[in-house]
């Protein structure tokens, strides 16, 4: 008898101690903002600027998204707009894959072109207040690039977090910090 109180004493102990230490999927539905920063490999234009963004959760797996940007280096206009959605897969309880494909336009002073991506990646919550993020894509507007993107997103609760994200595309790179809203 004092065994078996024993265990039932440890199990219950072991088990509430490690259900809040576990934290619950990447939110899915959320709009942010923030500032953006593209560098472009041989070139002295740095536009920077800001953007919104956001992503909705249709229904339990599928997801549409949406992000505008504008941008300014020294009289140089720069807008970017992407609109698509995809599909997540719960790989358990704090981590998410995801597939996407999006229109993509870019609109510049002497430069206008459409194009699309193609878009595979991962969010974890590796903590209730941390979530990292990593995505590898195919981007084409005017050629293809390949994309490596990685983030990650601090929340101050479940509503508010801040972040930063850094992508490599094959001539210019893009630096994003922002502050999000979950809902």
Avoid: C
């Amino acid at each position: 008898m004092k065994l078996i109180t024993k265990l039932m004493l440890a199990g219950s102990t072991l088990l509430s101690v490690s259900l809040p230490a576990l934290a619950d999927t990447p939110d899915w539905r959320y709009v942010e903002g923030g500032y953006t920063r593209y560098g472009f490999d041989n070139s002295n234009i740095e536009p920077d600027g800001l953007h919104v963004a956001g992503k909705y959760l249709l229904d339990g797996n599928f997801y549409a998204n949406g992000e505008f940007g504008w941008l300014d280096e020294s009289g140089f206009d720069f807008t970017t707009l992407t609109l698509g959605g995809g599909y997540r897969l719960s790989v358990n309880n704090t981590t998410d894959a995801y597939v996407g494909a999006n229109f993509e336009r870019i609109d510049a002073d002497n430069y206008d072109d459409n194009g699309y991506s193609l878009v595979t990646g991962v969010r974890s919550m590796i903590s209730p207040e941390l979530e990292l993020n990593g995505e590898l894509g195919y981007f084409d507007v005017d050629e293809g690039d390949i994309t490596l993107k990685v983030g990650a997103n601090y929340y101050f609760n479940p509503q508010f977090a801040v972040g930063a994200s850094y992508k490599f595309i094959d001539d210019a790179d893009v630096l994003q910090v922002t502050a999000r809203y979950a809902f």
